[in-house]
């Protein structure tokens, strides 16, 4: 079965950077979309970044041109390097691999971004 496993989180200050890391194991990765969302506390899940199986990307405005998504087919791995942090940011971020019409979530990474 498909696995997705984010990792890379954690405490960072504002104005610092994080680098996000997603496998997705179990599935074509070559040929899936993959996603990263985030949901701060009191808010609803958003649409980060997305970065297609042809490398075209995507950026919510509140990130594009401190957020850069990215992919790695050989390692079955997506990267999310945010930079330019700010406590606006912090949220449970979710990385999501999609198939067709099929959706793999993984479990959610805490960012905290200190003021």
């Known amino acids: 079965q498909v696995q997705v496993v984010e990792s890379g989180g954690g405490l960072v200050q504002a104005g610092g950077s994080l680098r996000l890391s997603c496998v997705a194991s179990?599935?074509?990765?070559?040929?899936?979309?993959m996603r990263w969302y985030r949901q701060a506390p009191g808010k609803q899940r958003e649409l980060v970044a997305v970065?297609?199986?042809?490398?075209?990307?995507k950026y919510a405005d509140s990130v594009k041109g401190r957020f850069t998504i990215s992919r790695d087919n050989a390692k079955s791995t997506v990267y999310l390097q945010m930079n330019s942090l700010k406590p606006e940011d912090t949220a449970v971020y979710y990385c999501c691999a999609a198939q067709y019409y099929s959706e793999y979530w993984g479990q959610g990474i805490q960012v905290t971004v200190s003021s």
């Open positions: 970065i297609s199986s042809g490398n075209t990307t």
């Open positions: 179990g599935t074509t990765f070559s040929i899936n979309s």
